[in-house]
């Protein structure tokens, strides 16, 4: 049974950071698509951050430069670090993993989900 568990949400105020994991069990984080989507109440899930391969990165626009996806091969662990969070970023933040090689962006080509982790911002 593939399980991707969140940690690392909480509440913090502007320009501060927080770092989210992601662990997974029963499915190996390799060099598919693997990545990040939030959802803020009332919007689309949008993907934030996405790896693929073993070093491409895609993210999300507003997130440039300010956002880092990593990942721990040995401790099949997925990361968020996220630096100078603005109140815009508040939402449910998703670990999400597809079986396919490229980063659609597309909520529905990723096979398997976390259950979230809550990051607020105040301003």
């Known amino acids: 049974q593939v399980q991707l568990v969140e940690s690392g949400g909480g509440s913090v105020q502007a320009g501060g950071s927080l770092r989210l994991s992601c662990a997974a069990s029963?499915?190996?984080?390799?060099?598919?698509?693997r990545g990040w989507f939030r959802q803020a109440p009332g919007k689309e899930r949008e993907q934030v951050a996405c790896?693929?391969?073993?070093?491409?990165?895609i993210y999300l626009e507003s997130v440039k430069g300010r956002f880092t996806i990593s990942q721990d091969y040995a401790k099949n662990t997925l990361y968020l670090d996220m630096n100078s969070l603005k109140p815009e970023d508040t939402a449910m933040y998703y670990c999400?993993?597809?079986?396919?090689?490229?980063?659609?962006?597309?909520?529905?080509?990723?096979?398997?989900w976390g259950q979230g982790t809550q990051v607020t911002v105040s301003s």
């Open positions: 790896a693929y391969g073993a070093s491409g990165t």
């Open positions: 999400a993993a597809s079986r396919a090689y490229w980063c659609t962006g597309s909520p529905g080509r990723f096979d398997y």
């Open positions: 029963g499915y190996t984080l390799s060099t598919a698509s």
